[in-house]
């Protein structure tokens, strides 16, 4: 099933009738905004010595322990082009479900759509991430 692009208007509606944002943008991103309800699984991650970020090693491993592969799930990032990449990454690893949030959240914010800088720890990444790590043992 090809990855479709969605806008805002589609994003909303698909939130109501139950699918997940994902936040593919880092967690210093994520924790300077995004979009309210967001879920955080960073497709690239700042590296702690450089800043630079780089491909996190886990993006696969812990979105495959948090959500099962015919979630619905709606993938954003800053502007569309990282959360295009993790559709593609994720399809290939067998989720069925995806669809791509082109404007991203710059387009989100934007629009004044609603926005929060804090989440709880099963929607951060650092939560999730121990999560997966307790799944895996």
Not at 47 to 73: C, I, S, W
Not at 116 to 127: F, M, Q
Request: with cysteine; charged share 15%.
């Amino acid at each position: 099933m090809p990855i479709s692009n969605v806008s805002l208007a589609d994003t909303l509606h698909a939130q109501r009738d139950g699918a997940t944002y994902v936040d593919v943008r880092s967690s210093l991103e994520f924790a300077a905004g995004h979009p309210a309800g967001a879920i955080n699984v960073p497709l690239l991650e700042a590296d702690e010595d450089t800043g630079q970020l780089m491909p996190n090693p886990d993006f696969v491993r812990v979105m495959k322990a948090t959500f099962a592969p015919d979630t619905a799930l709606l993938l954003g990032c800053e502007s569309g082009t990282r959360s295009a990449r993790a559709a593609q990454i994720l399809e290939a690893f067998g989720f069925s479900n995806l669809a791509n949030v082109a404007a991203g959240f710059q387009g989100w914010a934007a629009a004044g759509l609603p926005t929060e800088t804090t989440a709880p720890t099963d929607r951060a990444y650092a939560g999730l991430l121990r999560a997966a790590a307790v799944t895996d043992t």
